[in-house]
Nanobody, 126 residues
């Protein structure tokens, strides 16, 4: 059974915005911290931002501070990533992830992931 399902993404001009969504109806809300990772061609998958299980605290990489915002609605079992303004260097495949309970809040690493979303492509043109 698929645990995490993503939607959103696409092609946008530099300076534009996108919102990614991630549904996790099977997972118990309020148990799993969640995060977003991204992977550009030829590069390692990197943690972009995370949010605690109850949504009280968020963390993000320096490269996206002031531009990306993570949020969650546990009542709807949905995670969001608002990205604005986007830059060409944000081009990557983005992955939603349910993190292992008890893992460190930040930084997040691929070994911290319990379930992965299928990924969605974000392309930012200059």
């Amino acid at each position: 059974q698929v645990q995490v399902v993503q939607s959103g993404g696409g092609l946008v001009e530099a300076g534009g915005s996108l919102r990614l969504s991630c549904s996790f109806p099977v997972l118990r809300a309020g148990v799993f911290p969640m995060g977003w990772f991204r992977q550009a061609p030829g590069k390692e998958r990197e943690g972009v931002t995370s949010i605690t299980a109850n949504g009280d605290y968020t963390y993000r990489a320096d490269s996206v501070k002031g531009r990306f915002a993570i949020s969650r609605d546990n009542a709807k079992s949905t995670l969001y990533l608002q990205m604005n303004p986007l830059k060409p260097e944000d081009t990557a495949r983005y992955y939603c992830a349910a993190l292992k309970p008890g893992s460190a809040d930040w930084p997040i690493w691929t070994v911290d992931v319990k379930f992965w979303g299928q990924g969605t492509q974000v392309t930012v043109s200059s």
